[in-house]
């Protein structure tokens, strides 16, 4: 049985249509319609030789199919296999939402050696590895690990990809709840160019982890 199969019996229909309307960039029939709790637990379901006989089978067909080789890799225990399985993979991607749903769990241990891994993806032309670097260094670097290069580096990938672009907003909009004073130069100085510039604004104001004074302010500068 592939996995294929296994997905096949877990579609639901209505779903499926709310993914086929999230996900425009991809063709609409490599959407199964699968639920996100299901995938996880069909890729726990999964033995070893299954799963890295699934891992070898790229290119996958199927949305769904992304998902799960993805949740598979943010199950593995060695870093530097996670790491080399995620960089084969990274490629593949095609839609935010493959590149947005893991975090392998060895990655937030391992900060050190994740770093040269993120500076690889993010000079990456393709934007959903791109795209995965920015979303590990705002979940990864924004704590005790942050330095003011990183916001730098986020705010370099500013182009005309919109996924990217969206990217970089989000990542602002997070610095701004944890890391406020190391960033906000860079929407007073407007250094986002307008249109991340407003949708970061936009993210921060709706964020709960701002404070009210802060968001006032915020919103002088749009």
């Known amino acids: 049985m592939t996995l294929y199969d296994r997905l096949v019996p877990l579609r639901d229909k209505d779903y499926r249509a709310f993914q086929v ?6 063709p609409a029939e490599t959407v199964i319609g699968v639920r996100t709790p ?6 726990k379901s999964l033995s070893t030789a299954e799963a890295e006989a699934f891992g070898r089978s790229l290119p996958h067909r199927y949305f769904e199919e992304n998902l799960v080789h993805f949740f598979l890799l943010s199950r593995m225990k060695d870093f530097d296999a996670c790491a080399r399985a995620v960089d084969a993979f990274l490629p593949y991607v095609d839609c935010w939402p493959v590149s947005d749903q893991a975090t392998p769990a060895v990655f937030r241990k391992n900060h050190e050696k994740l770093l040269p891994y993120i500076r690889k993806w993010l000079a990456s ?3 959903y590895t791109a795209r995965f670097a920015i ?9 005790g690990d942050f330095t003011p290069e990183y916001p730098a580096l986020v705010a370099a990938k500013i182009g005309e990809e919109y996924y990217l672009n969206m990217m970089v907003a989000w990542y602002f909009a997070t610095a701004l709840a944890k890391r406020y004073d190391d960033v906000l130069p860079y929407l007073e100085g407007r250094a986002l160019g307008e249109w991340v510039h407003k949708k970061t604004i ?10 009210d004074e802060h968001k006032a302010y915020l919103k002088t500068l749009r």
């Open 21 to 26: 309307k999230l996900v425009p960039n991809i």
């Open 38 to 43: 299901a995938l996880r637990t069909l890729a």
């Open 125 to 127: 032309s393709h934007v």
């Open 135 to 143: 979303r590990m260094l705002m979940n990864e670097y924004l704590d």
């Open 202 to 211: 936009q993210k921060a104001v709706e964020s709960y982890r701002i404070s």
